[in-house]
């Protein structure tokens, strides 16, 4: 199985929303991350989790809070999000080492109205 | 600095025929990780490949194989008998274990098979 299920697939928010995206895995992968992907661009680390610790934020805004409340579970909590924020999230996880695969998520389209 | 180049930004080839897709990467660690993925236009990351940096045999997985050149730090993509299928955004990507894990990507490369 190597499966990293994200919900919601889609998610149309206002500007005045509190909403969350959950990813989830049961590979036992220690590494997890949040990627942002703008249309026909690569996509930009945001978090990476590595042990269930914030190991990595790449200057993202506060609006953006990430959480890993188990070895499974991946959250990112957006609040006050702008249009700009509108993007294809993807999360992704990975067995901590050296010659260990990554696998993502089918990613959530995110539209900030 | 880039990391991970890829210089094509699109490429057109003919249903059945090989294609090489080009990664070049910059690293000063000595352990590090490389991968491929495939994106179609529905968005999902689908993983093709990886390749070790210790790994002294380039690594194959079906129809796609790795050219690993690690004096050159080159790690380009070949897949063989290219499928309509296969049209879609081609992405290189690099892992840092020695930097908390992290993952970036190159540009990426827009791929069009033709029938």
């Known amino acids: 199985d190597t499966e990293v299920t994200q919900t919601p697939k889609h998610l149309v928010m206002g500007m005045t929303n509190k909403k969350s995206l959950k990813c989830e895995q049961h590979?036992?992968?220690?590494?997890m991350y949040w990627y942002k992907q703008k249309a026909k661009k690569p996509p930009e680390l945001m978090f990476v989790?590595?042990?269930?610790?914030?190991?990595i934020n790449e200057s993202v805004p506060s609006r953006f809070s990430p959480e890993c409340p188990n070895s499974s579970l991946l959250n990112l909590h957006l609040h006050a999000l702008q249009p700009e924020d509108s993007a294809l999230y993807l999360c992704a996880s990975s067995p901590s080492g050296l010659n260990t695969e990554a696998f993502f998520g089918q990613g959530t389209r995110l539209t900030v109205v | 600095a880039q990391k991970i180049t890829q210089t094509q930004p699109g490429m057109f080839v003919q249903e059945k025929e090989a294609v090489t897709l080009d990664c070049t990467y910059d690293?000063?660690?000595?352990?590090?990780?490389l991968f491929w993925y495939k994106q179609p236009s529905s968005g999902e990351m689908i993983f093709l490949i990886y390749?070790?940096?210790?790994?002294?045999q380039n690594a194959t997985e079906g129809r796609y194989s790795l050219n690993f050149q690690k004096a050159r730090k080159s790690a380009n993509l070949v897949i063989s008998a290219s499928q309509l299928g296969d049209s879609a955004m081609y992405f290189c990507?690099?892992?840092?274990?020695?930097?908390?894990?992290?993952?970036?990507f190159g540009k990426g490369t827009r791929l069009h098979i033709l029938p």
């Open positions: 690293t000063s660690d000595q352990s590090y990780g």
């Open positions: 989790y590595s042990y269930e610790k914030l190991s």
């Open positions: 590979m036992g992968h220690r590494a």
């Open positions: 990507a690099m892992r840092e274990p020695l930097r908390d894990d992290k993952i970036i």
């Open positions: 390749q070790g940096s210790y790994d002294e």
